[in-house]
């Protein structure tokens, strides 16, 4: 089945940029997300990348893959305290999600 | 994005009985699809929900604890039968869009 891994915590000072890397096995995978949840709350869509591209910009947001390795990471710029969350990495491939067990960024004065 | 309605967004039941959460999707989605997320963990899928056909259960999860109905391509219900302490979790409902898979906000269940 798929696998897909990433780090469990990222501790990163207000105003810098936080790298959150993530590792996936299915060669197969066409869409690759990452999600942010806050505490409490729901999955929030937060970008996507298709698996032909290797990287993809959106504000703050800038998603860089790897496919020769498998590698996923979501670098966001100028991290700000509303950034504290959990972030997910998914994969999907069949038309189901796999999930990675997120990563715990907290975001630091 | 499509927009997902989840109710009740929590809930405590007593063991033993049954409680049934319903996703309504502000478009027509062909796939919706139902996680849990156990304290602490990352998401797991529970089965895959089309309209006029029986859900696709995922391995470790079965028809008679967790039936799914899908009457039309704007909703789904999930109902968390004979529950006990350990289905307590978040269940999350899902749509799949072109522009990717939105979720609902979540149904925190605690079972006592």
């Known amino acids: 089945g798929e696998d897909v891994e990433q780090s469990l915590f990222l501790s990163v000072r207000e105003g810098d940029s936080s790298v959150i890397n993530c590792t996936y096995t299915?060669?197969?995978?066409?869409?690759l997300y990452w999600y942010k949840q806050e505490p409490g709350a729901g999955l929030q869509l937060l970008t996507y990348?298709?698996?032909?591209?290797d990287m993809k910009q959106d504000q703050r947001l800038t998603v860089l893959l790897n496919k020769k390795d498998k590698h996923l990471s979501l670098r966001i710029a100028d991290t700000q305290t509303g950034d504290s969350a959990i972030y997910f990495c998914?994969?999907?491939?069949?038309?189901?999600?796999?999930f990675g067990a997120g990563t715990t960024v907290t975001v630091r004065a | 994005s499509a927009v997902i309605s989840q109710k009740p967004s929590r809930d405590i039941c007593q063991r033993g009985t049954s409680l049934t959460i319903q996703c309504q999707v502000d478009?027509?989605?062909?796939?919706m699809f139902w996680y849990r997320q156990q304290p602490g963990q990352s998401l797991t899928l529970i089965a895959t929900?089309?309209?006029?056909?029986?859900?696709?259960?995922e391995s470790g999860f079965v028809i008679d604890k967790f039936p799914i109905s899908r009457p039309n391509l704007t909703f789904s219900t999930l109902t968390v039968s004979n529950m006990s302490p350990e289905d307590s979790s978040i269940y999350l409902c899902?749509?799949?869009?072109?522009?990717?898979?939105?979720f609902g906000s979540g149904t925190r269940l605690t079972v006592v």
């Open positions: 299915d060669s197969s995978s066409t869409y």
């Open positions: 929900a089309n309209q006029g056909s029986e859900a696709t259960y």
């Open positions: 478009s027509q989605v062909t796939m």
């Open positions: 899902s749509a799949s869009k072109a522009e990717g898979y939105t």
């Open positions: 998914a994969e999907s491939s069949d038309y189901k999600l796999s």
């Open positions: 990348i298709f698996s032909n591209m």
